[in-house]
C-alpha cells in the first residue's frame, strides 16, 4: 500500500501563466525543495530554485486592501482561516524597507503572535504537518483539500479517510 503523508503546507502566489511562487515556512524549505526537484525533467522549460535570499513574507492582521498591494509586492487574504490575515510576499530591496518602516507606524511588531493566532484558530503548519495525512491536520477545513477536484497525489486516501471517517 502507498502511503501519501504531508510533506508541508504552502502558499502559491501566481505572477503570470508561466511563473509561480511558493511561500512555505522556513523550517521545511529545503525538504520541499528537495522534494520539487524529483520532478522536474531534464527536457522541460520548468524551473524550481530558492528565491529565500530575495524575497521575504509577511503578515498583517486585518484585511486592509489584499487586492490592491503597492507595487512590487503580492498580496493576498490567507485563504486557510480569516483570522490569520493578510499575507504580504516581497522582494528584498529598498521597496521592502520603506514599505516596513511605513508599515510599522500602523502595525506594531509582535513576535509571536502570529503562531498564537494561528493556533488558536487550529491552524498546523510547517513541520507540524509532516507525516500526516490530511483528516489528521484539519486540511479540508482550511481550504487545502477538494472532494470535488480529482487527480491529486494522495486523492484515494484522503477520499476514503472523508467518506468512512477513520484515518
Known amino acids: 500500500m502507498l502511503f501519501r503523508s504531508i510533506l508541508t ?7 503570470d501563466e508561466k511563473q509561480y511562487y511558493i511561500d512555505v515556512p522556513a523550517n521545511t ?3 520541499l525543495l528537495s522534494h520539487l526537484k524529483q520532478f522536474v525533467l531534464r527536457r522541460t522549460k520548468v524551473k524550481v530554485k530558492d528565491e529565500s535570499e530575495t524575497m521575504a513574507s509577511h503578515v498583517i492582521f486585518g484585511t486592509l486592501n489584499a487586492h490592491n498591494g503597492p507595487d512590487g509586492f503580492f498580496t493576498g487574504l490567507d485563504p486557510r482561516h480569516p483570522s490569520l ?15 516596513a518602516k511605513s508599515i510599522s507606524k500602523h502595525f ?3 513576535p509571536g503572535t ?4 494561528r493556533k488558536l484558530a487550529g491552524v498546523a503548519e510547517g513541520i507540524e504537518l ?3 495525512v490530511a483528516a489528521e491536520a484539519n486540511q479540508e477545513f482550511l481550504n487545502a483539500v477538494s472532494f470535488q477536484k480529482g ?6 486516501l484522503t477520499a476514503r479517510v472523508q467518506f468512512t471517517g477513520a484515518v
Open 130 to 132: 509532516k507525516g500526516k
Open 108 to 110: 506594531p511588531d509582535a
Open 29 to 31: 524549505a529545503d525538504v
Open 114 to 117: 502570529y503562531n498564537l493566532i
Open 85 to 99: 490575515g493578510m499575507r504580504v510576499l516581497s522582494l528584498k530591496s529598498a521597496k521592502e524597507e520603506e514599505f
Open 9 to 15: 503546507d504552502s502558499l502559491l502566489w501566481k505572477v
Open 151 to 156: 487527480c491529486y497525489l494522495g486523492q484515494e
